[in-house]
Antibody, heavy 118, light 107 residues
Framework: QVHLVESGGGVVQPGTSLRLSCAASGFTFGTSTMDWVRQAPGKGLEWVALIFFDGSNKNYADSVKGRFSVFRDNSKNILYLLMNSLRPEDTAVYYC???????????WGQGTLVTVSS | SYVLTQPPSVSVAPGKTASITCEGDNIGRKSVHWYQQKPGQAPVLVIYNDSDRPSGIPERFSGSRSANTATLTISRVEAADEADFYCQLRDTSSDRHIFGGGTKLTV
């Protein structure tokens, strides 16, 4: 059974950094594309970033490109999202999700809340 | 950039059929996926690749697609189906995922 657990969220000030983690179990993490998706309070889903199974390809939403970085440790089955220069509009619940071949996201974690506020 | 458009809300009586649309340019050439999200919970994939159902999703949930519209259909709607629904696809030209704005289904 696929299990994804995010951690690392919290309250931070604008301009600071935060690193989120997503611990994966129940599947072969090292062969799966992984994604980060966020949801601002009361808003819809916004895709943030993806990383190929081997880290060879990464892509980002325009809203975070140049500030956020996605990486993974396949030896530990952990996905990361390093968020720099945080802004109030980055406030959201951040979910990690497993990507499938057709582009669907078939398993999601429970999310971790990031609040950017002074 | 590519945009997916959903109606903000759909209302349906229990036992009836609900249809939620997702419009996008030439969406008929792309694989569309649908998610259900209940308050305080993570999204759950209910339809993938336009019309396939993951294991555990009731047969009442079905998907279809035409040239510019994808549709999620829920038959024999139950109170427990009340949730937000999102369509999504992977834009292969930019290698990015696109979500629709979401539709609140009220039963």
């Amino acid at each position: 059974q696929v299990h994804l657990v995010e951690s690392g969220g919290g309250v931070v000030q604008p301009g600071t950094s935060l690193r989120l983690s997503c611990a994966a179990s129940g599947f072969t993490f090292g062969t799966s594309t992984m994604d980060w998706v966020r949801q601002a309070p009361g808003k819809g889903l916004e895709w943030v970033a993806l990383i190929f199974f081997d880290g060879s390809n990464k892509n980002y939403a325009d809203s975070v490109k140049g500030r956020f970085s996605v990486f993974r440790d396949n030896s530990k089955n952990i996905l990361y999202l390093l968020m720099n220069s945080l802004r109030p509009e980055d406030t959201a619940v951040y979910y990690c999700a497993r990507g499938r071949g057709g582009g669907s996201l078939d398993s999601w974690g429970q999310g971790t809340l990031v609040t950017v506020s002074s | 950039s590519y945009v997916l458009t959903q109606p903000p809300s759909v209302s349906v009586a229990p036992g009836k059929t609900a249809s939620i649309t997702c419009e996008g340019d030439n969406i008929g050439r792309k694989s569309v996926h649908w998610y259900q999200q209940k308050p305080g919970q993570a999204p759950v994939l209910v339809i993938y690749n336009d019309s396939d159902r993951p294991s555990g999703i009731p047969e009442r949930f079905s998907g279809s697609r035409s040239a510019n519209t994808a549709t999620l259909t829920i038959s024999r709607v139950e109170a427990a189906d009340e949730a937000d629904f999102y369509c999504q696809l992977r834009d292969t030209s930019s290698d990015r995922h696109i979500f629709g704005g979401g539709t609140k289904l009220t039963v």
